[in-house]
Every structure is written in C-alpha cells, then in structure tokens.
C-alpha cells in the first residue's frame, strides 16, 4: 500500500512540474508576400530557392524631361532613400502593422512628410519652379531615420536609390554589401485605388527588376510595389525638366 502511494504521489509531483504547453513564438508569424495588385496581370513570384533580404520604403522622386511644350514626358529615373520596412510587416512582431495600415503606409508617408533629399533651389531647366529637383551633386543626406507618425518608432535607414549615367537603376543598402544593378522585367499598372501623391499626378506602375551582371552582393530581384504618386506633371506649360514625389515598398529577394 505504501509503495503505490509512493508511485502516485511522484506521479502528481511529475504533472506540476511539467511545464505548461505554450504558443509556438512562430505561432503568430506571417511570411511576408508579395502583393498583388488585383488587376488582370500580375508581376510573377520570386522563383523557389530565393529567400526575402528587405523590404524596404523608398521615398523620393521620380524624374521627367519634357522636350517640347506638349511633348510626352520621358521618364529619366528616379531618387529615392530607402527606409527598413520589414518589421511593420503584419505578424512580424511587436512593431507590426495591421494589413491594411502597412498597405497605406507608402501613401501616408508621401502625404505627410518632406522629401528626404537634398533639393536644388535653382529653377533654371525646369517645367515648373514649383516642383525642383533634387540637388545635381550632393542629392542624398547624411544616412538617418524616418520617423513617421503613428508609428511605433522610426523606419531606420538602410540604403538608397538612384540612376546611373547609362540610366540603369541602382540600389545600395547595407553598407554597400548589396549593390544591385537591374533592368526591369516586367510591369503592371497600379491599381485604381492607390495614392495619387500630394499633385495627384497617379501613381507609377508595379515593376520586377532583375539583376545584372554587375551587380554586387545577394540580392538577385527587386519588386517595386504598393506604389503612391510619382507620375509626370506633364509638359503643358513648357519644356525642361520634371520631377515627382513619390513613395513605394521595395522587396529584395537572393
């Protein structure tokens, strides 16, 4: 008799000692996706065997040359900083947006915050003094976050964008450790309802960009997506150049 109180008693100590089950800390994490635009064609999936590097906020402008009074305006670039987006993802953690909120963020930024960027004060060459462009020699500032509001503590900086000379857009994050090089592979317009950007001159379209064989580092794709404002001015008024403010999320995949 003893000995089976013995064997019951281990029995009860062992249950209050077994730790109680508890949620997985993956339990609630979301892997991030690219998002789709809704329309009738969408960018294709990164392919299998490439993993998600950044997702980053790109906050800039886009730039136009108009050649002639009602010309068509001829994209040549763009300029932009680039902010870690990743942990306001859904489910990522403690900073985490809701699906919705992540969506508008590149839409609220645009509205309310200043560009980024060194501005050039001259008018000279440009379609409309109102909307300059940005500084010809020293466009990015010293690396800093961006905080934003209503959220829970800055987007920190990781990186920027730019055009080189031959008009290859360029991405530098991580302290030069990617140095992507790309051309663009595909494009979807973006849908109707996203930002028009403070001029409400539309938003650009959706890209995938592909590395080339200069480029330095992982990253072996980029999608421009979740894009507000950025479209032309237009070339009505006269000719020169044109810039647009702009906001996207950028992913990196390799």
Wanted: aromatic share 8%; proline share 10%; hydrophobic share 40%.
């Amino acid at each position: 008799m003893l000995s089976k109180i013995v064997i019951l008693l281990a029995s009860a100590a062992s249950a209050v000692a077994a730790p109680l089950p508890c949620a997985s800390p993956q339990a609630h994490f979301q892997t991030p996706t690219v998002p789709a635009s809704g329309g009738p064609k969408e960018l294709t999936n990164p392919p299998d065997g490439l993993k998600l590097l950044h997702i980053a906020l790109g906050f800039g402008i886009q730039n136009y040359t108009c050649s002639a009074v009602g010309a068509k305006p001829l994209a040549t670039g763009a300029l932009a900083i680039l902010y870690d987006a990743l942990p306001f993802y859904p489910k990522q953690g403690p900073r985490s947006l809701s699906a919705d909120k992540f969506m508008a963020l590149p839409g609220d930024v645009l509205a309310h915050h200043q560009l980024p960027l060194n501005m050039d004060s001259s008018a000279q060459g440009r379609v409309d003094p109102a909307h300059p462009g940005a500084s010809p020699t020293e466009p990015f500032p010293a690396p800093a976050p961006l905080s934003v509001d209503a959220i829970d503590g800055p987007l920190e900086y990781i990186g920027h964008h730019f055009f080189t000379s031959q008009g290859v857009p360029e991405f530098v994050l991580d302290n030069g450790t990617i140095h992507l090089t790309a051309k663009k592979d595909e494009a979807v317009d973006a849908p109707s309802s996203a930002s028009t950007g403070p001029d409400g001159t539309g938003a650009v379209a959706w890209l995938k960009l592909r590395a080339t064989s200069d480029a330095v580092g992982p990253a072996k794709l980029v999608y421009r997506v979740v894009t507000a404002g950025g479209n032309s001015h237009g070339c009505a008024k006269a000719a020169g150049d044109d810039s647009t403010s702009y906001t996207a999320t950028y992913w990196f995949y390799g």
